[in-house]
């Protein structure tokens, strides 16, 4: 079973910028699409982008497209959420997520088998 961790959540003004890590324990590596998820309270889990297994494709919500970029290093197994320009409504728990069946980048939720634990992302206005 891949385990994904995940990294540097914590509390922003408005305006300001957090860089998220993820990191997978698969020793073979991550050759699969990986996406970035959050659900604030009283809300569904969202998708928030996705990057294709080899980073040459990206995808993201509306919501965050200009603002955020998703990137990945194959070889450490690690995949980042780069956050700049941070809004209030940001804040929520962001999920690192597999999709192991799928190469290409993707944002549907059922695609994703591979979840971390979450971290707690708070923008304050």
């Known amino acids: 079973q891949v385990q994904l961790v995940e990294f540097g959540g914590g509390m922003v003004q408005a305006g300001g910028s957090l860089t998220l890590s993820c990191s997978a324990s698969e020793r073979t590596g991550i050759s699969y699409s990986m996406g970035w998820f959050r659900q604030a309270p009283g809300k569904e889990r969202e998708f928030v982008a996705s990057?294709?297994?080899?980073?040459?494709?990206?995808y993201y919500a509306d919501s965050v497209k200009g603002r955020f970029t998703i990137s990945r290093d194959n070889a450490e197994r690690t995949v980042h959420l780069q956050m700049n320009s941070l809004k209030p409504e940001d804040t929520a728990i962001y999920y690192c997520a597999g999709a192991p069946n799928w190469r290409s980048a993707t944002g549907r939720y059922a695609n994703y088998l591979y979840w971390g634990q979450g971290t707690q992302v708070t923008v304050s206005s």
């Open positions: 990057i294709s297994w080899n980073g040459g494709t990206t």
